[in-house]
């Protein structure tokens, strides 16, 4: 029984590995499956998919994508795109890299504002410093914490979400995003496999109301769920378990790995990683659908 990992971050968002270097821990600790799915881009496919290819190790390009739900409120949404010519997934003119420019337009007019709360709240931060702490990266909340964080302004960066920039906080400044419905047709549409990320997060009511949201966005061309993530419970990952059964959906895992709280993924020990049994449907269409050679389906 082999370890997986469909969701990790890298440097291209606000992870703190490189693609290269996150393929190269993967490859070592012998992992069956790997995605990187940074926030609202895919710039770092191509520089994994290469190192990937050098390895040997099964890897999936992909993206997180935030979405706005239909029932309101936000989520997450997963999109992978197993087997995908990474040249047209990648072109800007394409209907997903628009789509993605204008997620990230919506975090660019939302950065500066959150800056300027923190201003009001007393904190001697700039716009300047954020954009040097996210060099090429898509610049967002964790690079402004991340700020604090080294001025020694806040404790950590887990501080600053829980009092400042969690939703509903003094700091907090919404912003534009996708519909669902939207994203799940332009997953589709690049030929990708559209996934609900971490389902605890969402706020519902209570599991009946994710049961009819999963419901709405299953009718809509949703492919899976992502059931097993850090701390979802068992009784969370039950229900996942029945919905995939009920509406023919897939199920997916990942850690989640950023690596601020950690600085490499504990792959090597377990202590990251989803059991490849646990979403073997998942694998079996990810493979099926082609390795990637050179950006192109082997």
Known sequence: MGLCDFHTHSTVSDGRLTPTELVDEASRCRLEGFAISDHDTL???KEA????LELGLFYVPAVELSVDLHTGGSAHLLGYFPGADLSMLCDSSSEIQRALQYVVDGRNSRNPAIVKKFQELGFDITMEDVLAEAGDAVVGRPHIAS????KGLV???EEVFNRYLGSGKPAYVDRKRLGDYRAIEIVRQAGGLPVLAHPKYIQVENLRGLGALVSS???SGLAG???YYPDQGGTMISFLEDAAVKHDLLLTGGSDFHGIKHPLPGWCDGSFGVDTDRINSFMKVCISRGRITNGKIE
């Open 43 to 45: 710039a770092g496919v």
């Open 49 to 52: 998919a290469a190192r990937s």
């Open 147 to 150: 700020v604090l964080v080294k």
């Open 155 to 157: 404790g950590s960066s």
């Open 217 to 219: 966005l299953a009718d």
């Open 225 to 227: 769920l992502e059931a």
